[in-house]
């Protein structure tokens, strides 16, 4: 079917199919990078900084809880205790810019919920640690700070009713308070930090399932790249060899039987010259046999006239099918370049992928780096719980359980950088081999630059076997006015017989001439 369409028609076709390949390629890239880049948005926009929020806010209730506990033992000195308070109230800082950095991150129903549930056990242990700081600021003003001492100084003393042992009870009766209050707070701090760790799990599982999905997109990225670079420079190459197949045979069949019509007409005008030689000679011996050779002459001339004007009319003909050939070859250079042109698209696109995966390592990086800090504090944790003795031994399970989910989320951290290398890896592979379809389109490219060249030197041919013609469709046409000069006037036979040999002689170059053009077009071909 085919092939029974005409040369334009192909050539339309042709383009048609490329530029639907380049299409879909292009299509395909755009929309599995456009979901890639929405669920890497997800991850790093929304996921990874909520979970920095909740580890912030899990951190300084961690150690404002240390804090709390640490005010209960009377052996602290007044400026460790302020200590104590100062770090609270820098624990606090830090919990409500977690608040804020959670906050501003958009959240799913689910989420919401817990975190609704969150805050609730969140403003249950704030109002015990509220009572819990109003009780410690009445126990400081009395100015006792381990009142067991005192009461065993004042009754070695003998001091037992004295007003500073009604005010070591007072300050003893406080401490008691304090202690109890700090187990109240210890029921309400593990409801909150559960409340915190589940919306923090809540953030993750999104994570994963976006990491998931981001995984689908870049193996049907992968898939889509690696059809289009091996589709579409195939695609092209087979066309261009369709192409070429369908231009060449059409041309070499129409420029065979021009040759063969101007090598045929170029002999038939070299007989006809031999017999107007051998008619000329014959003037010189009989007159009367002019008028008839004069006449057979006349007929050769015409037809050699008609012969000459065909050949300039199939050469015309030719020449305007090499000048449609040049502008076909144009229009597949322009093709090339609109294909080269969306490539470069696709590899700017995976460019921006891979600074993208850049900012979420980053991000991992400084997620890493707050687990270090974290496992820190737990460790400077359990030392403090070790100098506290018996009181200390639940602060240190506290301690030992804040170093494990650092090292859980260093791990994660770790992980998410190896999965970020993963990723980039692809990433480069990717652009190698959109740098091979660019170097493979330039190739083509190159071919075309080259039929375009033999093009213009088919026409520049051509153009020679056209003024050729016309000189010998010009002489003649002469030789035919000559001709019937002589039959009109035969009382000027000489001054006929010298025009004839001068149009003879004119004849002559004219068909070396021809013969030239035919053997040049023939090696051109």
């Known amino acids: 079917m085919f092939r029974n369409l005409n040369l334009q028609t192909r050539l339309i076709g042709a383009f048609l199919i490329m530029g639907l390949l380049v299409f879909l390629v292009a299509w395909v890239g755009w929309s599995s990078t456009s979901n890639l880049s929405q669920h890497l948005d997800t991850i790093g926009k929304n996921n990874l900084p909520s979970i920095e929020g909740l580890l912030k806010i899990n951190e300084g209730q961690t150690q404002i809880e240390s804090s709390e506990r640490a005010l209960i033992n009377p052996a602290l000195t007044k400026a460790e205790r302020q200590d104590a308070l100062n770090r609270m109230d820098k624990a606090w800082q830090q919990i409500k810019e977690g608040f804020k950095a959670y906050e501003a991150t958009p959240r799913t129903s689910d989420e919401d919920a817990l975190y609704k549930q969150m805050l609730k056990y969140w403003e249950e242990w704030k109002q015990a640690d509220r009572e819990l700081l109003r ?83 870049i193996s049907k990225t992968q898939v889509s790249v690696l059809l289009g670079m091996t589709v579409g420079p195939l695609t092209a190459i087979i066309l261009g060899i369709a192409l070429s197949i369908a231009i060449a045979k059409p041309l070499d069949k129409a420029l065979k039987g021009i040759i063969n019509m101007i090598v045929s007409s170029s002999t038939e005008i070299a007989a006809n010259v031999e017999q107007q030689e051998r008619i000329a000679v014959q003037q010189a ?16 001339s015409r037809q050699s006239a008609m012969q000459a004007e065909s050949a300039l009319e199939n050469a015309s003909h030719v020449l305007n099918m090499a000048a449609e050939g040049s502008k076909v070859v144009q229009k597949t250079q322009q093709g090339m370049l609109t294909l080269t042109e969306k490539v470069g698209a696709i590899a700017e696109q995976v460019l921006h992928l891979s ?62 950088n190896d999965l970020i290398n993963d990723i980039q890896n692809a990433i480069h592979k990717t652009v190698i081999v959109t740098d091979e379809g660019n170097k493979n389109l330039d190739n083509t490219l190159k071919l075309t630059e080259g039929t375009a060249e033999t093009f213009n030197n088919v026409a520049n041919a051509i153009n020679n076997v056209v003024v050729s013609s016309q000189q010998i469709y010009l002489n003649t046409k002469q030789q035919a006015i000559a001709i019937e000069q002589v039959v009109d006037a035969m009382n000027a036979l000489n001054k006929g017989a010298a025009e004839t040999a001068s149009g003879i002689t004119q004849s002559r170059v004219g068909t070396q001439t021809l013969n030239k053009a035919a053997l040049n077009l023939k090696s051109v071909v």
């Open 135 to 217: 009780i410690n600021q009445e126990f400081e003003k009395l100015g006792i700070l381990n009142p067991l001492g005192l009461q065993l100084k004042l009754i070695k003393e003998g001091k037992s009713n004295s007003p500073e042992m009604a005010r070591a009870n007072t300050a003893s009766n406080l401490l008691n308070k304090l202690s109890q209050q700090a187990k109240v707070i210890r029921l309400k701090f593990v409801q909150a930090e559960k409340s915190t760790l589940a919306v923090a799990a809540s953030n993750r599982k999104q994570a994963d399932d976006a990491y998931k999905s981001a995984e689908d997109a």
């Open 285 to 300: 011996a009989s007159v009367n046999q002019t008028t008839s050779t004069m006449d057979e002459l006349g007929a050769s």
């Open 355 to 416: 600074q993208q995966t850049n900012q979420i390592a980053n991000i991992t990086n400084l997620v890493s780096d707050l687990a270090n800090q974290t496992n820190m504090l737990a460790i400077n944790a359990t030392v403090e719980a070790v100098r506290a003795g018996e009181q200390g031994k639940g602060f240190g399970v506290v301690a030992r359980e804040i170093r494990r989910l650092a090292d859980q989320s260093k791990k994660s951290a770790d992980q998410i």
